[in-house]
């Protein structure tokens, strides 16, 4: 449960509305998720949060897809449970499928693994590797 109260349209003030508003149309008219109503207790953090996920998660050199997976392997490592499923939806409807989803957790269980025992033995990093 949230500790402060979601934000309704209805109960939005103007800026917000025209935040809510943008969100709606960047997402073919999809109704406002349930972060965007909490973050909109601080209309600026609102404001810039999402303006920095639409440049972010916007065109770019890695395919709209490919940064989904990487939005929920993060989500995943930081313990996310929300953002785990927001973009596991966005990642379907660009092409996930069960297979590449089940290839990801795969993935992300492999890298928590080598991580966890590469800073358990404090593995130096080889300097070939290093970029």
């Known amino acids: 449960m949230t500790i402060v109260n ?11 509305k025209k935040v809510y508003s943008d969100i709606s149309e960047s997402r073919g008219g999809a109704k406002v998720n349930n972060i ?5 207790n601080d209309p600026d ?7 920095r996920l ?7 050199t890695l395919d709209p897809l490919v940064k ?23 990642a379907k409807k660009k092409g996930m499928t069960d297979e590449m989803r089940s290839e990801l957790f795969s993935i992300i269980a492999m890298a928590s693994q080598t991580n966890a025992l590469a800073e358990a033995y404090q593995v ?6 290093k970029i």
């Open 6 to 16: 979601y934000i309704e349209e209805e109960d939005a003030s103007d800026r917000v």
């Open 36 to 40: 965007w109503k909490v973050l909109a």
């Open 45 to 51: 953090l609102l404001e810039s949060t999402w303006k």
């Open 54 to 60: 639409r440049e972010v998660m916007g065109p770019g």
């Open 68 to 90: 989904e997976l990487i939005y929920i392997a993060v989500s995943v490592a930081n313990g996310c449970q929300y953002c785990v499923h927001s973009h596991s939806a966005a």
């Open 124 to 129: 130096e990093v080889d300097d070939r590797l």
